[in-house]
C-alpha cells in the first residue's frame, strides 16, 4: 500500500527543498522590504531636513552677491584712486627729479672744484674739474634712479 520507489523519494525531498527555498526566500524578501522602507525613512527625513538648508544656503548666496555687486564699485573707485595717486606721484617725482639731480651735480662739482683750486691753484683748471665731476656725477644719479626703478 504504501510502497514507494526511489523515484517517489526524490519528489518528495524536491517538494521539501522547493518548500524551504521558497519559505527562505520569502523570509529574504519580507526582510529586504523592510530594508527598503528604512531607506525611504531616512531619505524622506534627509529630505525635510536638507532642503530648508539648500534654500537658506541660496538666501545666503543671493545677498552675497547683492552685498558684491555693491563693493563692485567700490574697488573700481579705489583702483581710479590709486591710478590717480601713481600719476601724481610720477608727475611729482619728474618735477623733482631734475632740481635734484642739478643739485647734485652742483656739490659734487664745487667739492671737486675746491679741491682742484687748493692743489693747483688754478681757476680754470678748478671749473673744467668742476664741470666735469658734476656731469659724471649726474650721468651716475641718473643710473642709481633708473636701478632702482627697475628694482
Known amino acids: 500500500m504504501l510502497a514507494t520507489t526511489s523515484a517517489d523519494w526524490v519528489n518528495y525531498l524536491l517538494a ?11 523570509y529574504a524578501l519580507v ?6 522602507e528604512r531607506l525611504a525613512s ?10 530648508p538648508v539648500i534654500h537658506s544656503a ?8 547683492a552685498q558684491l555687486d555693491l563693493v563692485e564699485p567700490a574697488t573700481a573707485s579705489a583702483a581710479d584712486a590709486v ?7 610720477r608727475a611729482v617725482s619728474f618735477a623733482v627729479k631734475r632740481p635734484i639731480e642739478k643739485l647734485v651735480g652742483l ?3 664745487a667739492s671737486y672744484g675746491w679741491a682742484t683750486l687748493r692743489s693747483k691753484r688754478s681757476v680754470g683748471a678748478a671749473i673744467r674739474s668742476g664741470r666735469e ?6 650721468a651716475d644719479f ?10
Open 142 to 151: 641718473q643710473d642709481e634712479l633708473r636701478r632702482a626703478a627697475h628694482g
Open 42 to 51: 531616512f531619505l524622506r527625513g534627509a529630505e525635510r531636513e536638507v532642503m
Open 107 to 109: 656739490t659734487t662739482g
Open 58 to 65: 541660496g538666501g545666503t548666496v543671493e545677498r552675497v552677491n
Open 16 to 26: 521539501l527543498f522547493l518548500l524551504v527555498t521558497g519559505l527562505a526566500l520569502g
Open 83 to 89: 591710478e590717480a595717486a601713481d600719476e601724481a606721484v
Open 133 to 138: 665731476a658734476a656731469a659724471r656725477r649726474e
Open 31 to 36: 526582510r529586504l522590504a523592510g530594508v527598503f
